[in-house]
């Protein structure tokens, strides 16, 4: 748990020059490599515990769907699938450990929620053909995590999905789709799938969530960039990002029809959900011809088409004429909206 009763939870805003589009140093040209960061160096904070203060979990273990008896239908899980297997890593457990480093079917990966900015990915442990484990480094970028991989120890920003600091400077991991949901829905729609065990090794108490009225409140521990209260700061929106510039989405948006079709940054964008789950993906191609139907149901489906094909949540054709088919995924996630702004200020919002 970070450091939390020392702070005094108030708003903390900063100037928003270093914004994702301004990949400065602060460092004069005489310094190393491993001194040179990609983001202000005078913004980039101690959370609190220190490095691995809060472990990132190795070797983790997995339950079936029916012994999880301590998910409610409710409670948000960050569900992956890689080809058939599916796990489903709950926020309850992540709120305190951050990271798990995991593999299916030979693919190894870490997922990394942060729980200061509610946002989480899937990247790729092997790196530059040689295979790592992430940790929790301790230190904060807009509020953000800064992981570390442990074969070289630079540190990567979450949210930008970059390297920032140390030997692998600039480098962007390989991600896979991840996708935030009620636990109760994914159960629904992948009753087969896995789900981290609450067994971790570790003495804590999962039913307890570490940060107080964190995710109600409007207050911010820590210092970001944030200019814009168009929402309140804690409100969950789907973010999509392209050319370093970001597009909003919010359970709002649906109203009742489960889906629509926008365009960012001249793409078409078909953005699914509901006040449950959202997810987007990018229209090319002869996707750009259909036709969609919302047709979820408490099962895989969600959506149809004209030509009577049926798609999940990862955009996978799973049943007619393009079965097996995918949907180009967009760079997505989702995030508390304080989060969004800063990293990618004044977001379009639809």
Same mark, same amino acid.
């Given at each position: 748990m970070r450091a939390l009763f020392l702070i005094i939870p108030i708003l903390f805003l900063i100037s928003c020059s270093d914004s994702i589009l301004d990949n400065n140093t602060t460092e004069s040209s005489s310094t190393t490599a491993y001194e040179e960061w990609l983001v202000s160096k005078t913004k980039?904070?101690? &959370?609190?515990?220190?490095?691995?203060?809060?472990?990132?979990?190795?070797?983790p273990h997995f339950i079936n769907a029916s012994e999880a008896n301590y998910l409610n239908f409710e409670e948000l899980?960050? &569900?992956?699938?890689? &080809?058939?297997e599916v796990k489903a890593y709950p926020h309850s457990i992540l709120n305190w450990h951050e990271i798990v480093n995991d593999d299916i079917n030979s693919t190894n990966f870490a997922l990394s929620y942060c729980p200061l900015t509610g946002t989480a990915f899937s990247w790729s442990r092997s790196i530059q053909n040689q295979t790592t484990t992430f940790g929790v480094s301790g230190?904060?970028?807009?509020?953000?995590?800064?992981?570390?991989?442990?074969?070289?120890?630079?540190?990567?920003?979450?949210?930008?999905?970059?390297?920032?600091?140390?030997?692998?400077i600039n480098l962007t991991?390989?991600?896979?789709?991840?996708?935030?949901?009620?636990? &109760?829905?994914?159960?629904?729609?992948?009753?087969?799938?896995?789900?981290? #065990?609450?067994?971790?090794?570790?003495?804590k108490d999962y039913n307890d969530y570490p940060y107080g009225d964190f995710r109600t409140s409007t207050n911010i521990l820590f210092p970001v960039c944030s200019t814009n209260n168009f929402y309140h700061p804690k409100?969950?929106?789907?973010?999509?990002?392209?050319?370093?510039?970001?597009?909003?989405? #919010?359970?709002? #948006?649906?109203? #009742?029809?489960?889906?629509?079709?926008?365009?960012?940054?001249?793409?078409?964008?078909?953005?699914?959900?509901?006040?449950?789950?959202?997810?987007?993906?990018?229209?090319?191609?002869?996707?750009n011809s259909l036709e969609f139907e919302y047709i979820y149901n408490n099962s895989e489906a969600i959506l149809r088409d004209n030509e009577n094909n049926q798609w999940n949540i990862f955009g996978e054709a799973i049943s007619g004429p393009r079965l097996g088919q995918k949907l180009e995924r967009t760079n997505s996630f989702?995030?508390?909206?304080?989060?969004?702004?800063?990293?990618?200020?004044?977001?379009?919002i639809y």
């Open positions: 980039v904070i101690d &959370g609190g515990p220190g490095k691995d203060g809060i472990p990132a979990l190795l070797n899980v960050i &569900g992956i699938k890689i &080809g058939d230190l904060l970028y807009n509020s953000n995590l800064i992981l570390y991989d442990r074969r070289t120890n630079s540190n990567w920003s979450q949210m930008r999905q970059q390297s920032i600091n140390g030997e692998l991991p390989n991600n896979f789709t991840v996708v935030e949901i009620m636990w &109760g829905v994914w159960k629904n729609m992948f009753p087969e799938t896995k789900v981290l #065990s609450t067994n971790t090794g570790f003495d409100k969950r929106v789907h973010a999509v990002v392209l050319n370093n510039t970001a597009k909003v989405y #919010s359970s709002d #948006s649906f109203i #009742s029809d489960g889906y629509l079709i926008d365009t960012f940054q001249d793409k078409s964008i078909l953005v699914v959900g509901n006040s449950t789950f959202i997810n987007s993906f990018i229209l090319t191609n002869s996707a989702m995030s508390y909206w304080f989060a969004i702004e800063s990293f990618y200020p004044n977001p379009e």
